[in-house]
């Protein structure tokens, strides 16, 4: 299943390039802009109705044009212009004769070893906000979550760090519960968020593991704040500046050997929003 999805991926890739869709070599911000057209073409080819919610145009959005100089595909993907109106859009199909009203889901909880819900806070750092969990007691060490993920991924380690660890569990810049601001998701930022906190917190030293972009974040925290980390774990990431960024383009060679197709995909401004509006309750 897998080389077959591989060779079709191949073919799009390659009537895309023959009719000047896409150059021989282009960033992944514009491929991931590409493939969400071509697909919602399938969708219409299918006569799969979108929701309505997601073809209204976003006249504001927290992923604004970049800075940095890669380039962004010209004009906006149609997205739901706010939460509302995916709310607005499940209350009209929860107000149908007959229709059962679904359950508010209930929040994540996270529990120490004596099943106690963690502490939870919000600090603000660094000219943003940060929401974070803590509890435990003993020598600090915070757990820095991946993309796209939150604090929550650590629900099961925490329990086996508290007796011996006073545990700080952040939900990243843009995260989460934690603000999203127009900027500053570069892993250096970041990595001054989270020091900020920890001394917000009053923990002047203490361990880092990180996981994913969070093992990237985590390297950055260690490097600029040395006398402060005690200790990194590196899991789960390909270290930045080494070809990891070479894996993120849509060519031949990564399509049939390592393609990371999904930094792409989630840098592409509104995609998230397009492909859940409507499906909050699910």
């Not at 800075?67 to 995916?86: I, K, Y």
């Not at 998701?185 to 900020?196: H, L």
Request: proline share 9%; hydrophobic share 35%; aromatic share 6%.
């Amino acid at each position: 299943m897998q080389d077959a999805s591989r060779e079709a991926l191949a073919e799009v890739l390659r009537v895309a390039r023959e009719r000047g869709e896409i150059a021989e070599r282009h960033d992944p911000h514009t491929v991931a802009a590409f493939l969400v057209t071509f697909l919602n073409g399938l969708l219409v080819s299918a006569k799969i109705t979108p929701d309505p919610a997601a073809l209204e145009p976003s006249s504001t959005s927290p992923w604004p044009r970049s800075t940095d100089g890669l380039r962004r595909p010209a004009g906006r993907l149609p997205c739901p212009d706010s939460v509302t109106n995916a709310q607005k859009t499940n209350a009209q199909e929860n107000e149908r004769p007959g229709k059962r009203t679904p359950k508010k889901p209930e929040e994540p909880m996270m529990y120490d070893h004596d099943g106690a819900p963690l502490r939870t806070g919000r600090a603000a750092v660094n000219g943003t906000s940060l929401h974070y969990r803590t509890a435990g007691s003993g020598p600090a060490v915070v757990l820095l979550h991946g993309v796209p993920k939150t604090g929550y991924h650590w629900r099961h380690l925490v329990p086996k760090l508290t007796p011996h660890h006073t545990v700080v569990v952040p939900d990243l810049r843009g995260l989460g519960d934690s603000a999203r601001p127009a900027d500053g998701y570069d892993s250096a930022t970041m990595s001054d968020d989270v020091a900020e906190l920890m001394a917000r917190l009053g923990h002047e030293t203490y361990a880092v593991t990180g996981e994913d972009w969070g093992a990237v974040i985590g390297y950055q925290l260690a490097a600029r704040h040395r006398d402060r980390v005690t200790s990194l774990v590196f899991a789960e990431a390909l270290f930045p500046g080494f070809g990891f960024e070479d894996h993120t383009a849509l060519t031949p060679e990564n399509v049939s050997g390592m393609h990371l197709w999904h930094l792409g995909f989630y840098f592409t401004p509104d995609v998230p929003e397009m492909l859940i509006a409507g499906t909050n309750a699910n």
